[in-house]
């Protein structure tokens, strides 16, 4: 059987996307972790996919769900046209405001991309008159968006910017059960 696709019969997965190549866009892995219980609790798979960057996080997964059958890490396994094939067939996608999310929006997979203000409307969120009905965005307005991620207030290089990290897990988890309906 496919590694992520499974066999037949068994249940869909969500794919949680949550590199950047930018620390600061990425929202708490930890908070990832946590939404992966919550999606887990409703009777879906989950998958990890990352790069070979996010090695550490990659080690956070096997850590917290160990063999589970439930929960299927990808990080820095699988290559770009595997990636896409995970989009495709995933049944709702969370990710970060990366390239993978890109892909997920315009492939058409629901997809909820979690946005920082650096670049407000000019990447993302889509305008509503283009936006396909399957891409949904959230973000924590600021003053300082369109800041073009050159934050005054992050803490340090490696700190997500206060536009993602304020983004809170309920905030996200009110959207996402939307496209994860209880099976």
């Known amino acids: 059987p496919h590694p992520v696709r499974g066999e037949e019969g068994d249940a869909p997965y969500v794919l949680f996307n ?6 600061g866009r990425k929202w708490p892995f930890t908070r990832f972790l946590d939404m992966a219980e919550r999606v887990r609790e409703r009777g879906y ?3 990890f996919a990352g790069g070979p960057r996010e090695k550490n996080e990659s080690a956070q997964v096997d850590a917290r769900f160990g063999a589970d059958p439930l929960v299927i890490n990808m ?3 699988d290559t770009l046209p595997q990636l896409l094939d995970m989009i495709r067939h995933a049944h709702a996608i969370l990710t970060t405001e990366t390239g993978p999310g890109h892909f997920a929006c315009v492939m058409g997979a629901p997809t909820l991309m979690i946005c920082g203000g650096g670049h407000d409307i000019t990447f993302v969120p889509f305008p509503d008159e283009i936006r396909p009905q399957t891409a949904h965005f959230i973000n924590y307005p600021m003053e300082c968006y369109h800041c073009l991620w050159r934050c005054p207030l992050r803490a340090g290089p490696k700190d997500s910017f206060p536009c993602v990290a304020n983004i809170t897990q309920d905030a996200v988890w009110e959207e996402f059960e939307k496209l994860v309906p209880v099976r």
Request: hydrophobic fraction near 35%.
């Open 45 to 47: 798979r989950v998958v």
């Open 18 to 23: 949550f590199g950047s190549n930018e620390p």
């Open 75 to 77: 990080v820095g396994r």
